[in-house]
């Protein structure tokens, strides 16, 4: 019996109900599984939200896992995905000393060469977005760390199918009801 850890990004679609959030984490809690991170959003479809959620679980853990989320009164489906089947992002956000923006060449370069895109720029500060891969961002960030990063706050993973998933057509016949 194989036994490998993968990771795995999960898409939850449901109801938008308080509470939810916590039994959906209670289930990982309770088999010993971390979330890596976490993000919620409207989905396609009115009325309807969807979690994505990445994890490192071995498959046979994962498939017991959807079929609890799946036991959740406001969960319509839930599916999951491994890193070759999706298309994902993540996004951050740096704050850091606005004197090193204009006394500091390498900053510049830094900002350039990574395609980061500057937000704001004030006299004690400015803010840097970087969307891309979690290594992208990792590399960002210990790039800037030895100038010194003010703040940094970072997204969970966002993501799409490479292949078309009927849950749109699912989702429309759940909003008719």
């Known amino acids: 019996m194989e036994t490998q850890i993968e990771r795995f990004t999960i898409s939850i679609y449901t109801e938008n109900n308080v509470g939810l ?3 959906i984490s209670a289930i990982f809690q309770r088999r010993h599984v971390n979330i890596e991170s976490i993000s919620s959003s409207a989905s396609e479809i009115e009325a309807v939200s969807r979690f994505t ?3 490192a679980i071995t498959e046979a853990n994962m498939k017991k896992i ?6 959740q009164v406001e969960v319509i489906r839930a599916f999951y995905h491994t890193d070759e089947e999706t298309i994902y ?6 704050k850091i000393s606005s004197d090193l923006l204009f006394d500091e060449r390498q900053i510049q370069n830094i900002v350039k060469e990574s395609n980061a895109r500057i937000v704001t720029v004030n006299r004690e500060f400015f803010v840097l977005e970087k969307s891309g891969r ?3 961002v990792d590399l960002l960030y210990r790039e800037l760390k030895p100038f010194g990063i003010m703040q940094f706050v970072r997204s969970g993973r966002i993501a799409v199918t490479k292949e078309k998933m009927n849950i749109t057509h699912l989702l429309d016949k759940f909003t008719q009801e």
């Open 21 to 23: 959030l916590n039994r």
């Open 53 to 55: 959620i990445l994890v």
């Open 66 to 71: 959807i079929g609890q989320i799946e036991k």
């Open 89 to 94: 992002q993540e996004s951050c956000l740096f």
């Open 134 to 136: 979690r290594h992208e």
